[in-house]
Each structure stands twice: as C-alpha cells, then as structure tokens.
C-alpha cells in the first residue's frame, strides 16, 4: 500500500531478499519492529514527562500499553516467520497474521487516543506521526506476509 516506504526501508535489504518471498517478509517485518521499538521509547520518554495534562498522560499511559503489545506481536511473528514451513505451515501463518494484524490495530489505537483537542500540539503531531509511519510500515509486512504461498 505504500510502494515509496517501502523501496526507502527495503532497498538496502535487496542483496538478501533477491527474489524471495519469505526474506522479502522477514525483512518487512524486521523494519517495522525496529521502528515500533524506537516509537516505543520515544513514548516512554514523553511518558516521565512532569507538565503533562491528565488529558494526555493517560493518553500516553495507554499509548505505551499498546505499543508495547505491537513490539510483543511483531517479536512473535518474527520468530514465527524464520520457522515457516512443513506440515504446520497454515497454523503458523494464522498465528502471523493475527499477530501482525493485532500489531497494527494497536498502532491504530495508540493514534486513536491523541485525537481532538487539549493535548500538547507538540506531543501530538510527533507521536501521531511516528504512529502513521509505524502503521505504514506495519501494513507494507502484512501485504508481503499475504503473498506467502502455501
């Protein structure tokens, strides 16, 4: 769904995704975990903040639940993913699947919680656009993961 994120994050991989579909996936994955465990921190880091409004600590009390779930999510499709074949291999892609697609309605509700007004604009605009570029990515290693043939 977002071919421009995709080639900036991919590209550097493409010596060892050549043409496989599985590495292409892996590698996906890969990018979007890092980038869910740098937002992770960063929502953390906001989290210690002192000045912060009810309104937006609980907003960022729940973010940090939930991105922590997607890190949680995406470590488990990830190893989930190197062990991909034999007999099991439908089982171990629904468990993929439905560990990345939690991964992602997490991100949605993280962003979910900064919408409307009285939050920090600051605070807002820099989670929010973390968030999208996460679910972005998160959504790119869903579409990779579907490709996967039985």
Not at 10 to 25: C, D, H, Q, V, W
Request: charge should be positive; charged fraction near 25%.
């Amino acid at each position: 769904m977002y071919p421009n994120i995709s080639y900036k994050t991919l590209s550097s991989y493409a010596g060892t995704i050549k043409t496989n579909p599985r590495e292409l996936a892996n590698a996906a994955l890969s990018v979007s975990l890092k980038e869910v465990q740098s937002t992770s921190a960063l929502v953390q880091k906001f989290s210690k903040g002192r000045d912060l409004r009810p309104r937006e600590a609980g907003a960022i009390r729940d973010c940090v639940e939930t991105i922590k779930d997607s890190v949680d999510d995406l470590q488990q499709s990830l190893a989930a993913i190197k062990d991909l074949k034999g007999p099991e291999f439908e089982w171990k892609m629904s468990d993929i699947l439905t560990w990345v697609s939690a991964a992602l309605t997490n991100e949605d509700t993280c962003m979910d919680n900064f919408e409307g007004n009285g939050m920090n604009v600051k605070i807002k605009d820099t989670v929010r656009g973390c968030i999208v570029r996460v679910s972005q990515l998160t959504s790119n290693a869903l579409a990779f993961i579907n490709k996967l043939k039985y």
